[in-house]
């Protein structure tokens, strides 16, 4: 997937143009996912846990406060490798509790709640707060969604960008850069809309759709994504329909069930995390082409296969990509 340059036009036009006095009111104070948090000024630092929280930040032009990014399923954005660069990796997945306390933030910004929150592995919030350490989680993972419930998380009710959204926003509060926060959202709301406009054009009546994100195994049964995550408002925004129908963010389903309901399109995610066999998207493709359930799906047969950033099917700045990307195959392949 070409990845858009958008963000750093939009941060020079902002440094052009923006008005002296936009800025955040201190204190500030914001309900985060269930626990209440304030600043008395801008955090002089910042620790990221997921490449969402990493990609957000840099995004509003903070790259010299991150001191330590971890959890990352793909390669930073290309506008960003330069500055990335330059910023320490404290792990490529879970961090250290200790290591990202060593780094002193002053703040720690959180993709998921199962690193950082009630039961986080990493820590939960409580354990940085004893140290003076705010944290902030992206809303995307807890608006409409229960992280008790399933491995990754049940949604309670359909994605939207609306928290995506909002965590920029807030963000670009923290830091004392709304202006930077609301260029990035008008920018990424433009380019959203353009994309359903042109899926809509389409005018599909008939088409649906699987997303494959990896197996535990490359044989067993697939991780696909659930009726109310972030690749489900994809799927409902540009007139698929999803042939998975649990609530769960990321269910396993077999591939029998899949092939009978026999999806028009199939989505596979291309990521550099691996964890599994299958997070190998030449692996998935092969698998696709080859198993004997799997090679007599129409989407498979047609090459109806679209392959697509990983870290674009989670909640993220990304998802506006990720819609683009699927606009823009969904004319080639002929549905109706």
């Known amino acids: 997937m070409q990845s858009k340059s958008l963000f750093a036009a939009l941060l020079v036009s902002v440094a052009c143009a923006a008005p002296a006095f936009a800025e955040t009111k201190y204190p500030l104070e914001l309900r985060n996912c269930g626990v209440d948090v304030r600043f008395d000024k801008a955090p002089d630092s910042v620790v990221s846990v997921g490449q969402a929280a990493t990609e957000v930040l840099y995004s509003l032009g903070l790259a010299e406060k991150v001191t330590g990014t971890s959890v990352w399923f793909t390669e930073v954005l290309p506008e960003f490798k330069e500055a990335n660069a330059k910023i320490e990796r404290l792990a490529d997945n879970d961090p250290s509790f200790e290591s990202v306390v060593a780094k002193r933030p002053g703040l720690v910004a959180i993709q998921y709640e199962w690193h950082i929150g009630p039961q986080g592995i990493v820590a939960t919030r409580e354990q940085f707060g004893d140290l003076g350490i705010p944290t902030y989680i992206l809303p995307s993972d807890c608006t409409g969604k229960d992280n008790t419930v399933g491995s990754d998380g049940t949604r309670t009710e359909m994605f939207s960008m609306a928290p995506i959204y909002q965590g920029v926003t807030e963000l670009s509060e923290i830091f004392d850069v709304p202006e930077r926060g609301t260029a990035l959202v008008e920018g990424l709301k433009g380019r959203e809309e353009a994309a359903i406009a ?99 799906m129409d989407a498979v047969k047609n090459d109806r296969i679209v392959v697509m950033d990983a870290h674009a099917m989670d909640p993220s700045i990304r998802n506006v990509s990720a819609l683009e990307t699927l606009a823009d195959a969904l004319p080639q392949f002929g549905l109706k």
Do not use: H, Q
């Not at 490359?218 to 994504?225: C, G, K, R």
């Not at 990521?271 to 198993?291: I, P, T």
């Open 198 to 296: 042109k899926a809509k054009a389409l005018d599909l009546k008939d088409s649906s759709a699987v997303f494959w994100f990896s197996s535990a195994e490359m044989d067993i049964d697939p991780y696909v994504a659930g009726r109310k995550g972030p690749p489900a408002y994809m799927m409902e925004a540009l007139g698929l329909r999803n042939v998975v129908e649990s609530d769960e963010e990321w269910p396993v389903v077999s591939w029998e069930t899949i092939a009978r309901a026999n999806p028009s399109v199939i989505v596979v995610a291309k990521m550099d995390r691996r964890r599994f066999e299958a997070d190998d998207v030449e692996k998935k493709l092969a698998f696709l082409k080859s198993d004997p359930v799997t090679k007599e």
